[in-house]
């Protein structure tokens, strides 16, 4: 993946956090030559206010580019979106978020 952000070691692992859950295990080689593939067919170019613009030939391949920038941008929020869509939140936020948690559950 061409990219003009220092970030991409960051990026290559929050992409993975992301993949993890649909994932049966480890990544096996297959699935990481796969992924592999499609980033090199994606560029991702940043401005001069950060804002990454992304060129890809098919539209799965740019979804996984906004992704790879939506990690580099922002993984705390992914992680915590994550967390709350598998109920785990509370385990983290712990006692002070649990109504708020809670309320949020029921909607």
């Given amino acids: 993946m061409k990219n ?21 295990g480890a990544l096996n080689q297959a699935e990481i030559d796969r992924l592999t593939d499609r980033a090199d067919r994606v560029e991702i170019f940043r401005d001069g206010f950060g804002v990454p613009h992304i060129y890809a030939p098919t539209d799965a391949d740019a979804v996984f580019g906004m992704l790879y ?27 002070r978020r649990s109504r708020a948690i809670f309320v949020l559950a029921c909607l």
């Fill in 4 to 24: 003009t952000h220092w970030h991409n070691s960051i990026g290559w692992f929050c992409l993975m956090i992301i993949i993890a859950p649909w994932a049966k």
């Fill in 69 to 95: 920038a939506q990690a580099e941008d922002d993984f705390k929020r992914i992680e915590q979106n994550y967390l709350w869509a598998t109920g785990q939140l509370a385990s983290v936020e712990g006692l």
